[in-house]
């Protein structure tokens, strides 16, 4: 009988990635992380992502929900604006564990 190796992915782990992947596998949200990713501030208002994107709030809205759901994204509510910065290290735990299990 085959065994598996001490590296393999658990399920959990598995539908975590698979979270993960997911949300990056949309240009869109590609682009708001770029967007985030390359403020000044290091922190985006979400007013601030619709004409860049050419996409309506709604859209944008729906979009950054994903990336935040994902834990690849915090939200911090000001008023009626909504600010979206990176999760510490999220992409790099992302790359890391890639490379663990390879």
């Known amino acids: ?28 949200r590609l682009r708001i992380l770029s967007i985030v990713s390359s403020s000044a501030e290091a922190e985006t208002c979400v007013c601030d992502l619709t004409e860049p994107l050419d996409l309506g ?11 935040v759901d994902a834990g690849l994204l915090n939200r911090e509510k000001r008023g009626v604006w909504a600010y979206y910065s990176l999760a510490p290290n999220a992409l790099d735990s992302l790359a890391a564990t890639l490379t663990q299990k390879a």
């Open 57 to 67: 709030q709604p859209t944008v809205s729906h979009h950054l929900k994903i990336l």
């Open 1 to 28: 009988m085959p065994t598996h190796g001490q590296n393999a992915l658990e399920p959990a782990e598995a539908n975590a990635l698979a979270t993960r992947f997911k949300a990056l596998a949309d240009p869109n």
